[in-house]
Nanobody
Framework: QVQLVESGGGLVQPGESLRLSCVAS????????MSWYRQAPGKERERVAQ???????SYADSVKGRFTISRDTSKNTVYLQMNALKPDDTAVYFC?????WGQGTQVTVSS
């Protein structure tokens, strides 16, 4: 069955970087688009980045130029490289494939 397992979250200071990973199982990553979402306390879940089946990418304006989504089809893994992190980036980050969510990984940006 489809499983998405995120990792890589943590507590960092403003300006630092993190790389999130999402290991997918139950389907070939190369056949599907994937997305990263985040949800901050008291806010709606929002999409921050997506990568299409063909590998094209798009980003929310709030993270454009700082976050990069990528994938390694040999590892069936999607990544989210997050640079120049800000306190506003604090949220639970989720990996998403059409109809399926991972369990999320907490990212906290604080001095």
């Amino acid at each position: 069955q489809v499983q998405l397992v995120e990792s890589g979250g943590g507590l960092v200071q403003p300006g630092e970087s993190l790389r999130l990973s999402c290991v997918a199982s139950g389907f070939p990553l190369s056949n599907y688009g994937m997305s990263w979402y985040r949800q901050a306390p008291g806010k709606e879940r929002e999409r921050v980045a997506q990568i299409s089946q063909t590998g094209s990418t798009s980003y929310a304006d709030s993270v454009k130029g700082r976050f990069t989504i990528s994938r390694d089809t040999s590892k069936n893994t999607v990544y989210l490289q997050m640079n120049a992190l800000k306190p506003d980036d604090t949220a639970v980050y989720f990996c998403y494939k059409l109809g399926f969510w991972g369990q999320g990984t907490q990212v906290t940006v604080s001095s």
